[in-house]
């Protein structure tokens, strides 16, 4: 039985990836999951916020929002209502803690790296693919910080970090659920891990329905699998040289 | 090699579970978990938010929050930072998913239940110990509202929920961290269970460090036993008689 | 003629106070007027703010919050809506204002005391319940400073501060309203005192009446008697040694 | 001995009651005392609050406010850093307390009565000018309703109101402190009194110092002969025709 | 003298507008000033705010926002700040203002259309190509409304909209300036204006400097020319078909 | 044909110009275009916003707000509603930016002047009465610095700043409209410009009309010619002595 969109289960949907998609920023990927497109951009400062100044440490931190017109119908802005929402903080620490766990924040130097990921358009799974993309946008900014001879040390990116979503949908699993078969599923589970087929986070819920303790065991090995070939298509990008103009060593921040 | 407490890697703290706290609210339950205190009140108001009115779908909902004094230093109080913060708004959600997962909101009719889960006092555990506490609010609202003859359907609740962390310390898979152990976790893993032995929610992070699918294994084995004596404890509790003075059928809202 | 719950016009409700309620403030007290109750909790913070910086002189302030689940009717948290209300507002510098009239801010040093007043159950008079526990709350931080030794001068509370409700109910002028009577009330008054028998604040209002400066008169008498019997227990409750762990001196900062 | 402009311990300063200054409002007044220089205009809606809806009664309320250049050194705008202050709140809510004690709500009918109070210059007791002027404001306000045919009964004002400060300076009790007095005031009180010498709220505090119950008698003498005073200023003032055109009946809403 | 990009001073820099780049709004344009990269989607509902209900007239608003990655240096985000900005709102509602001048709202009817213009990538000029592009937007959702049956008259739309900038750069009138340019432009004008030569809308500014009454009348001539041009683009790109899928009459809502 | 207030199209409201309406700001002035009447005061303070520290260049601004019982239909009062809205945004910057093109900020030394212009009576052209309020404000201040020997350079201000608004009512171009031609007008203009004929700022809006370049150019003749007589008017009022006591030189802040 076959998905809506001809793909098998554990398929994931057309994966995109396009480096340098703004010129301002150090990293600037516009990824995309089939329909699902998101803009993740590194910026990059020197510095770091006060409560960790001194320390030699780098922060690495990020920030999810979704454009009005991404969604069918039409969302308020964020802006306007005055306050961030629940899901907006929740996916924002999220992604923040994701990218921590694979960079060592000594080696970074004190510098502060911002993700912005801003969802242009969304088909289910945006956290995912804002992580997915993320991640390559942190090893652009990295790259170019490398050149500005401002890192503490050459290598600070311990491994590749990706993320799908897998749930259960019509009583099956599947992975990288687009929005027809997310806003149905019975179970819904995010999972990030790294290029060493580890974990960084796991978050499965089901609302309206419980699970079985080998209905998750079965989603974990979809899922990791589904990573590993997010893993492979971020390493592919990242082969073609940096799509900008790098600074000189001690180049100006940017 | 025992813990700190004493306690071995895979036994919950000492819990306590007070029913009828509070003399207003149709549920109010002080539950501790060792030193962490956490009053769960859930109040009953009839009809739904706006959003809902005419499903003939009653509403369960949860705020969760700190009182300033129940941290080791002082916590700034979000009323006076005049917004509610990002871990606030996630605990608050996972809450209310929580006991959504075992209530047929068809069988409560048109009422809303707010569980409020106040912090007295924290010693980690903080989330899971106001899901296990708020669980048995719910039930006394919902006898509650039984005994007024509010509910659309005799017994709304299909099963129990309970929760608790598990994580990785010193290397060992340990369950029901207090903030000692907590805070130098490599792996942090909160899990809401039923007591059908099935799963709500399970979240597991590796701020700073990444795990083996094997210690995942190891974490949901040790949880799932330490819920199982959590629904055992909740169920003694409710063995009780209600703590209160029921209303007369069709009795005034409260 | 007899009161709903018993008592005369001019008698107190049960009062009682609990030392050492929590482990981490430097002081913490549950104070109880009949039904109303009140945690109030001290916390000591080294320096001062920044516009009292360097003038040597410490500060003392106070916030007041209620659960949303300690009234009869649930009330909406106010860090949901995004701003501390204007009756939170007035207790809170009420509560502060009566305490800094006992203690000499020259004395304290250049430390920080924050008592937080947090109602768990409301029952009319929850703010002279609040003064009156943050005043043994504030003593035992007081004891707490003096031990770690980071008090300027040894003994800087220069008397004791109690607070008492006082109304005209049903033509009669009644001491300490629970609800049901200040709900009623003609008259409405709050009086602040020391134990030296003197005034640290009045607040008398009649909402939609007025009143006689007689009426005036004898409701600051019964006030004042009223205000002499909580001195009375207060220094009873404060007999007994300090209900935690003294720091050794020039401990930490707690 | 005299006071540093020239008064008696108990006279009041130069007041001047000027109705009309506003062309739009039903009522505005701008009232001084001394130096302190306040606005007040009484605007009429049609209609109530939702809360009070359907009830038959009027409803009127007031907010204070302070130009930013009213005070000796520039405040910072209130709807500019996002929030009413607390000393604000307070001072709205006991002009409007105030108000309502001397109006009948019922014969007010269904209309609201807004009283802004606008500091255009602060000089000390702007809170107890405010009072004074707005009662001024309301009562134009009242004839302008009248005119219109809008009143549910014919007079609904049954007294008048006036405020005044009174304080301890240099160890006397004086009338109507101004700036200079009030900031080294040991123990201020504000009196709201009615022109039948009842009392309608009094506020008396000693930041820093406690006071006797014999002082609290004296200022309370001094207050009320205060408030007599300003009772006659006020019914001088009212005693001249209405000053703008008055309403046709069943004139539209102003 | 040519300008740093090589242009006349006269020449506006390289337009692209791309329809349909998003899948769900009813109009949603890519529109590009050189650098400049706004993405204007224009949003269909039915009704009207409640203000305007019952008139049987159309709204058409508009809300301007950047991402935080579209400027040089990351800018903070408005929805983490808690408030629009005096910019943004400034911009919001000339946008707004500029396309009312263009559509007849009675024959828009009771449906309401909200333009988001978002900054994907700034270089100057983003509020005169966020009008110019939110223009072919609105004319997308105008065409989507009509197949769907929902115009109360056929043809709403009465004129074209497009907007210019034009300054006052060493010395010379320069039209559509950069970045490079405006950020030391001595005059700043945005002109916005008709199809049929006239204006809706100019806004002049000399921050720093002050200008003669015979350059504003150049920088108008430089600006209406560059305004025809942008307009020839508009019809040019509106000429091929609508790029998405139209609705039937009497479709749902988008 | 005359307008309702008797007028030809070209004539200015009755002007009146107060300066010294306040006590504590170093400039304070009441303005009044015929029923329009704002309170323009310059405050200043010592030193700059902190991103201008170290500059050696002052800074000045302003803060544009409406009494609520300045406008026919009372409005709500913005610090209520906990934000400032988009108009006021708009206008507080408008004067900003009006004022800072006639002031040499290195001559006036590190020193900030906040100008306030608040609206006690509003009947059309209030940003424009501000704008020309403001400077006559603005020239006290600056006079006060010089006395206080506080100025970088003795003369700062390098020409006079005056508004006025035109518009096109009936088809009719005319000068400075009352709000009953304001809010018919088809199309409306504001201008600034300086007493040497050139201009700071013009904002012509259509909205809902269209206008021709011929009629933008007639505006612009009748604005200048007004803005000269209100240069003329300005200069009357300074001519007579500051209207208040000078600092001595190195006087303190004020």
């Given at each position: 039985?076959?998905?809506?969109?001809?793909?098998?289960?554990?398929?994931?949907?057309?994966?995109?990836?396009?480096?340098?998609?703004?010129?301002?920023?150090?990293?600037?990927?516009?990824?995309?999951?089939?329909?699902?497109?998101?803009?993740?951009?590194?910026?990059?400062?020197?510095?770091?916020?006060?409560w960790r100044s001194g320390s030699g440490l780098g922060w690495v931190t990020?920030?999810?929002?979704?454009?009005?017109?991404?969604?069918?119908?039409?969302?308020?802005?964020e802006s306007v209502k005055g306050r961030v929402g629940g899901r907006t903080?929740?996916?924002?620490?999220?992604?923040?803690?994701?990218?921590?766990?694979?960079?060592?924040?000594?080696?970074?130097?004190?510098?502060?790296?911002?993700?912005?990921?801003?969802?242009?358009?969304?088909?289910?799974?945006?956290?995912?693919?804002?992580?997915?993309?993320?991640?390559?946008?942190?090893?652009?900014?990295?790259?170019?910080?490398?050149?500005?001879?401002?890192?503490?040390?050459?290598?600070?990116?311990?491994?590749?970090?990706?993320?799908?979503?897998?749930?259960?949908?019509?009583?099956?699993?599947?992975?990288?659920?687009?929005?027809?078969?997310?806003?149905?599923?019975?179970?819904?589970?995010?999972?990030?891990?790294?290029?060493?087929?580890?974990?960084?986070?796991?978050?499965?819920?089901?609302?309206?329905?419980?699970?079985?303790?080998?209905?998750?065991?079965?989603?974990l090995d979809v899922a990791l699998a589904g990573c590993a070939e997010l893993?492979?298509?971020?390493?592919?990008?990242?082969?073609?040289?940096?799509?900008?103009?790098?600074?000189?060593?001690?180049?100006?921040?940017?």
């Amino acid at each position: 039985m076959l998905r809506t969109d001809g793909r098998n289960d554990d398929v994931l949907r057309d994966i995109r990836i396009t480096r340098g998609y703004q010129q301002w920023p150090a990293g600037s990927v516009l990824i995309e999951f089939g329909n699902t497109r998101v803009l993740c951009a590194a910026s990059v400062t020197e510095g770091v916020p006060r409560w960790r100044s001194g320390s030699g440490l780098g922060w690495v931190t990020a920030e999810y929002a979704m454009l009005p017109s991404a969604t069918h119908t039409r969302g308020d802005r964020e802006s306007v209502k005055g306050r961030v929402g629940g899901r907006t903080h929740e996916i924002s620490r999220l992604i923040g803690r994701s990218l921590r766990a694979c960079i060592d924040l000594a080696a970074l130097g004190e510098n502060t790296i911002v993700i912005d990921c801003d969802v242009i358009q969304a088909d289910g799974g945006t956290r995912t693919a804002a992580i997915t993309g993320a991640y390559v946008a942190l090893a652009d900014a990295v790259t170019w910080l490398g050149a500005a001879g401002r890192l503490a040390d050459p290598q600070p990116l311990s491994c590749a970090v990706s993320a799908v979503s897998v749930g259960v949908v019509d009583g099956r699993v599947r992975l990288d659920l687009p929005y027809e078969e997310d806003s149905r599923a019975e179970v819904d589970m995010n999972v990030v891990a790294t290029d060493a087929g580890t974990l960084i986070e796991i978050q499965g819920t089901g609302e309206g329905a419980t699970f079985a303790r080998s209905t998750l065991d079965r989603m974990l090995d979809v899922a990791l699998a589904g990573c590993a070939e997010l893993n492979r298509l971020q390493a592919e990008a990242l082969a073609a040289p940096y799509p900008g103009v790098l600074p000189e060593p001690k180049g100006k921040r940017r």
